[in-house]
């Protein structure tokens, strides 16, 4: 299963967020929305930290 729930005990984001907009819930939907563009910004930034730092021994990183 790729995205998916079972009612009552799991849920992804993806789908949290349809669910709420289809009740008509655009707020709960809209935190739902902040909340994963918040993760996947941090683990994005994260991730480019730790590129940076095991790119190049010299100090040179991306780019």
Known sequence: MIAGNI???TQ???????QE???GD????????LILFVLATGITAV??????????????GRG
């Open 7 to 9: 009612p009552g005990r």
């Open 12 to 18: 992804t984001l993806s789908l949290g967020i349809y």
């Open 21 to 23: 907009v289809m009740m």
């Open 26 to 33: 655009a707020e709960f939907a809209g935190l739902y929305a």
């Open 47 to 60: 991730v480019h930290v730790i590129e940076d730092r095991i790119a190049e021994p010299s100090g040179r």
